[in-house]
């Protein structure tokens, strides 16, 4: 075993970091869901000025009292029930070690972020998916949630605006799901980071559906809607009680989040509606464009996304036995990096219910998007070619 742990082990590579990790420099890459657009210029401010004045100490662990206070401002909720995280990552490790025993089973979206089922198995509890069918395009389906409940399942991670589909849950499925896990005893891990990308109407959110924030803990950050992924700021959100007693996991893991960076998330959350909505038009623009060019892929489906920033594109024509000899989602993207140099993750990344389809992430500009788009219809329709 080489000195490694069973739970080491049982962590897989994502196919995320794999196939970027394959890239070339010069390759187009469709692939990381990481916007490309600037801090707002007062959010920069706000660190800059906290950076010259020489000092960094810790606060708090649980964070500095004026984040967790804007924080809570931002939601109508009180201080006591925030703990500022490293991103919304720590947050779901520190919810999930800290809610879940050995033994255990805990639901997982199928498709969905992968770090999900490895966090699981991280606590020595088993990952068991719940499927977001294709053909219900990736919804939230209450039967297919109540069907993978045992006796043994003990939590479930929601996840809306979806990655990698793009899916947002509709008001009445995810009542219903909240119920039947309030009636079952199951408690909930929500991973709502894109929840400010929602292109039609609003989020609709767990707490919407919570008596005292009660049976689980919801997750967010900033690294999406104010594009502060290395700044490394998220939080939980949950009962009082809770967020208490899962302090010591979170000061052990990393003492407390980075002290500029929720300076920082105090001026982006008191100014948030103002600084984010410039970036919303963008990606409103962007996702239609997006959806208008992959109207022109041949034989190829896809979803226009309710929020987030993805396209899964619906690639079996060509993963699947009839079709062009590249049996898999990943042998797909990989040969359309070797060939075409173009990244896009397979959507078998992102567990069973993924493959035969393709994640593209319109993170990039316009130019970047058609050119992408260009390449990957030049790629099929060689591919188509070559099969017939």
Known sequence: ????????????????????????????????????????????????????????????????????????????????????????????????????????????????????????????????????????????????????????????VLNSPSNPTGATHAREDLEAVMALLAERGVRWISDEIYEDYVYDGRHTSVLDFTDGLSGGVKLGGLSKSHHMMGWRLGWMI????????????????VTCAPTPAQHAAVVALNRHDELFAPTLETFRNRRALACRLAGDLPDVGFVAPQGAFYLFLDVRAYTEPAG??????????????????????????????????????????????EEGFRRIGEFLEQAKVIHD
Not at 17 to 43: F, H, K, N, Y
Not at 238 to 249: F, H, I, N, S
């Open 238 to 253: 949950g009962p009082a009680e809770l967020v208490a007693d899962l302090k010591p996991l979170h000061q052990h893991l």
């Open 1 to 156: 075993m080489n000195g490694v742990s069973k739970i080491a082990l049982a962590v897989e590579p994502t196919l995320i970091r794999e196939l970027r990790d394959q890239a070339r420099d010069t390759s187009l890459d469709l692939g990381i869901g990481q916007p490309d657009l600037a801090v707002a210029e007062p959010v920069r401010e706000a660190i800059i000025e906290h950076i010259g004045a020489g000092v960094a100490p810790y606060s708090h662990n649980l964070g500095l009292w004026e984040t967790r206070e804007a924080i809570a401002a931002h939601y109508g909720v009180d201080a006591d029930n925030v703990m500022v995280t490293c991103g919304v990552q720590e947050a779901l490790a520190v919810a999930i070690l800290g809610m879940v025993e050995q033994g255990d089973e805990v639901l997982v979206p199928d498709p969905g972020f992968p770090a999900y089922p490895n966090l699981v198995r991280m606590a020595g509890a088993t990952p068991v998916p719940y499927r977001l069918d294709p053909d219900a395009d990736f919804r939230l389906v209450p039967e297919n949630v109540e069907a993978a409940l045992t006796d043994e399942t003990t939590a479930i």
């Open 324 to 369: 062009a000899g590249l049996q898999t989602s990943l042998a797909l993207a990989e040969a359309l990096l070797d060939s075409h140099d173009v990244v896009t993750i397979p959507g078998s990344g992102f567990g069973a219910a993924g493959e035969g389809f393709l994640r593209i992430a319109y993170t990039v500009k316009d130019a970047f998007i």
